[in-house]
């Protein structure tokens, strides 16, 4: 059935190159083909509409409705939406959007939104805070289970692209402590559960620079809410340092993983990942959920995105009884 899945998914999407990992990804000759394993299951793989579109040109160019599409022509299991990257937040368009995924066989399985909440200024963690609200009650009309959720940073860097170069490190603002920015974040959270608890919507902390860039700046504002509502969202690729003990940190209270791929070579920078090892892992920490492939390469999506899915095919699966 596997084999078969995956023919019928290389001969749906055009021009798909052979597949090949080497230079990528290590660890991969390690691999346990799990079609000799009894009594597994897969992890379900979604892919971000990110992947897709990486910021590149105007997001008109890369409509959500294109990716549900090619997602589901690749073999995906599911996709998770890109908040600024859909045309709209009108209900007629958000309802397009379950109906295209349902009918094309695809769960909508992560909605991933930007907000921050470090400020000084009240004013500005509210607008957040109502900013974020939006966001989890637009995933509930769009049945989306979990959103991907940010500190926000200090500001302090020019530009993203300073701030990457600076490995996510950027100052504190004159006058503050990062204590200050933590009591902000924790606060503004904690007044989104109720709405997340409402509309059953499971906020994933990710480790996304600001606050977040390190796993113990993720758990200590997880952990200080102590809400069933608020777990991680775990990026694999977001660690420059210390990846695997960080990794580690947070796999016991991940929610969903974005896996990232960096085929052709990184934006920004390129890790080496060793997706059998972190799904051994999650296998560890008994995880079973989802895997949202985020593209990062300068290779085209419509070769990459489909070697990515079969890293992370043969690397997360768990064995049941």
């Given at each position: 059935m596997t084999d078969r899945r995956r023919f019928l998914r290389r001969a749906a999407a055009a021009g798909m190159a052979t597949i090949g990992a080497a230079g990528t990804f290590s660890g991969l000759q390690e691999t346990v083909s799990v079609k000799s394993l009894g009594n597994i299951r897969r992890n379900p793989i979604g892919v971000s509409t990110y992947s897709f579109w990486q910021f590149n040109g105007p997001k008109e160019d890369v409509p959500i409705e294109s990716c549900i599409d090619k997602a589901a022509a690749m073999g995906f299991d599911g996709i998770e939406l890109l908040l600024?990257?859909?045309?709209?937040?009108?209900?007629?368009?958000?309802?397009?959007?379950?109906?295209?995924?349902?009918?094309?066989?695809?769960?909508?399985?992560?909605?991933?939104?930007?907000?921050?909440?470090?400020?000084?200024?009240?004013?500005?963690?509210?607008?957040?805070?109502?900013?974020?609200?939006?966001?989890?009650?637009?995933?509930?009309?769009?049945?989306?289970?979990?959103?991907?959720?940010?500190?926000?940073?200090?500001?302090?860097?020019?530009?993203?692209?300073?701030?990457?170069?600076?490995?996510?490190?950027?100052?504190?603002?004159?006058?503050?402590?990062?204590?200050?920015?933590?009591?902000?974040?924790?606060?503004?959270?904690?007044?989104?559960?109720?709405?997340?608890?409402?509309?059953?919507?499971?906020?994933?902390?990710?480790?996304h620079w600001g606050l977040g860039r390190t796993a113990q700046g993720v758990k200590r504002i997880v952990d200080a809410i102590d809400s069933p509502w608020l777990q991680m969202t775990l990026d694999t690729g977001n660690f420059l340092e210390n990846r695997e003990a960080q990794l580690k940190l947070m796999a016991p209270q991940t929610y969903l993983i974005q896996a990232k791929t960096y085929y052709g070579g990184g934006k920004w920078y390129t890790l080496d990942i060793d997706y059998p090892a972190i799904g051994k892992m999650m296998r560890d920490v008994g995880y079973k959920g989802w895997v949202s492939l985020e593209f990062e390469g300068l290779e085209s999506p419509e070769t990459a995105i489909p070697k990515s899915l079969d890293v992370l095919r043969d690397a997360f699966y768990y064995e049941v009884s």
């Open positions: 600024v990257q859909m045309a709209s937040e009108e209900n007629s368009y958000l309802q397009r959007l379950k109906k295209r995924a349902f009918h094309a066989g695809l769960a909508m399985m992560g909605f991933s939104t930007h907000q921050g909440f470090v400020y000084p200024a009240k004013e500005k963690r509210d607008e957040n805070i109502t900013k974020t609200i939006r966001q989890i009650e637009l995933a509930y009309a769009l049945g989306i289970p979990t959103m991907r959720l940010n500190t926000g940073r200090w500001g302090t860097s020019k530009s993203f692209d300073d701030l990457m170069a600076n490995k996510g490190v950027e100052p504190i603002l004159t006058g503050y402590t990062d204590d200050d920015g933590f009591r902000w974040v924790i606060d503004a959270i904690a007044a989104c559960i109720p709405t997340a608890e409402k509309c059953g919507v499971v906020l994933g902390l990710e480790n």
